[in-house]
């Protein structure tokens, strides 16, 4: 896996856990103290596929490990049911602070208000603009794979 883009992505997890902690994301989300430690969950849609859980997994384990503050627990749906579920919990209010989102769904979800901008310090001009999902000029989510079907 590619060194700067993990950087770059446990970033994205880093920031997550920042505001998740001081703005409390989800009901039941993340459990926070007053000093700011606690766990927060990140939604995934890999459960059906070990080779993508165990890569998101290697890059959570390395944050958790990274600092005692925050700790990302990772919570992995089936594909079928993972846009649902989403949908479902930002209607209910009770979504995740982290959610891994397929990039075609970034601009709708965005709009929808389900997701914040990610506020990164980290240039992205460097990464392929098909992992770099944005809506109204701000990064929402950066990818660490593609897909491209011919």
């Known amino acids: 896996m590619n060194t700067k883009f993990t950087k ?9 856990a920042l505001t998740a902690t001081l703005a409390g994301c ?3 989300s993340a459990s926070s103290s007053s000093e700011g430690s606690g766990e927060i969950a990140l939604w995934t849609h890999n459960a059906g596929n070990p080779d993508e859980l165990a890569a998101v997994q290697k890059i959570v384990d390395s944050y958790n490990s990274s600092q005692d503050k925050v700790k990302i627990k990772v919570q992995a749906f089936p594909q079928d ?10 209607a209910a209010g009770n979504l ?4 891994d989102i397929d990039g075609p769904n970034v601009p709708n979800w965005a709009w929808a208000g389900y997701l914040a ?3 990164l310090d980290a240039d992205l001009s460097s990464q392929l603009p098909s992992t770099v999902a944005e809506w109204d000029g701000k990064p929402y989510a950066v990818g660490y794979y593609d897909v491209a079907l011919a």
């Not at 770059?8 to 997550?16: F, N």
């Not at 049911?81 to 479902?88: L, Q, R």
């Not at 995740?96 to 959610?99: A, D, F, Q, T």
């Open 117 to 119: 901008p990610l506020e």
């Open 8 to 16: 770059i992505l446990a970033t994205s997890i880093a920031a997550a």
């Open 81 to 90: 049911s993972y846009n649902d579920s989403v949908v479902s919990a930002a």
């Open 96 to 99: 995740p602070c982290i959610v």
């Open 26 to 28: 989800g009901k039941g």
